[in-house]
């Protein structure tokens, strides 16, 4: 597969044309931003582990049956993966209240939920990624309701897998964001990443944060973290 000219650089991946219209090579860096690109860093190695994560897991839905963009790795920080149309949508998922949703309402952090949310936030950095409800996503006809429905249950169907699948790991599966697309026949399938960039993961013994609220709230120790994860996913994979 040839590599072509780069089509986009957002703020944590570079994308490329490929020889093949239907895909696309996106390339894993190690900047890391927060708070909207306010705050910006580097975190040394991240994106060799948030590709490697993130194929690791999108195969695993994959057979769990949700579709998903993932092709094939190439290497180290890049991937093969299906070019679609991203629904302007950030679709997250809480297990566990915390970050915004306990900011916004004024909800303790750390309460588990009896069941997970499902909530959208409208894709847009001048308006901050604003919270969407369904109505105003089908008035601005950001998707069809079909499509919404389907965005939904895959939504739900990945927590599921992801959960049981931390919790092997030893690790809490807290929230976590995703980003879906359409291919060229229309059909939705999940894109983007799921990587610790996207996911609250902690440490299911001590709660100890593995994951990107180390640099957002400059805890210390954000590449041990990173490490620490990604060691935790791969020797599950081996056991
Ligand atoms: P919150 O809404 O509490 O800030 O985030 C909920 C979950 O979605 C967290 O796991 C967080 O990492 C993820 N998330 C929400 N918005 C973004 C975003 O703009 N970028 C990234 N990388 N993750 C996000």
Known sequence: ?????????????????????????VSYKDDATAFNGKK????????????KM????????????????????????????????IVPLEVIVRNISTGSFSKR??????????????EYSYKNDELND????????LAMKLTTKEELQTIHDYALRVN?????FWLSCGVTLVDFKLEFGRLADGTIILADEISPDTSR????ATGKKLDKDRFRQDLGGVEDAY?????????????
Not at 201 to 204: E, Q, S, V, Y
Request: charged fraction near 35%; hydrophobic fraction near 40%.
């Open 105 to 118: 309402y004024g909800f303790p952090e750390g309460v588990v939920f009896d069941e997970p949310t499902v």
């Open 130 to 137: 604003p919270l969407i409800c369904d109505s105003h996503v």
């Open 160 to 164: 599921e897998v992801l959960k049981a």
């Open 201 to 204: 993961l902690w440490d299911a």
């Open 227 to 239: 490490q620490e994860i990604m060691g935790r996913l791969e020797a599950q994979l081996k056991a």
């Open 54 to 85: 993130s194929n690791r897991l999108m195969a695993r839905l994959e057979k769990e049956g949700v579709p998903t963009h993932f092709v094939e790795e190439l290497n180290e920080r890049e991937t093969l993966v299906k070019k679609v149309k």
């Open 40 to 51: 910006k860093g580097t975190i040394a190695g991240k994106g060799i582990i948030n590709n």
């Open 1 to 25: 597969m040839e590599k072509k000219e780069q089509l986009y650089e957002g703020k944590a991946k570079k994308v490329y044309a490929t020889d093949d219209p239907e895909l696309l090579i």
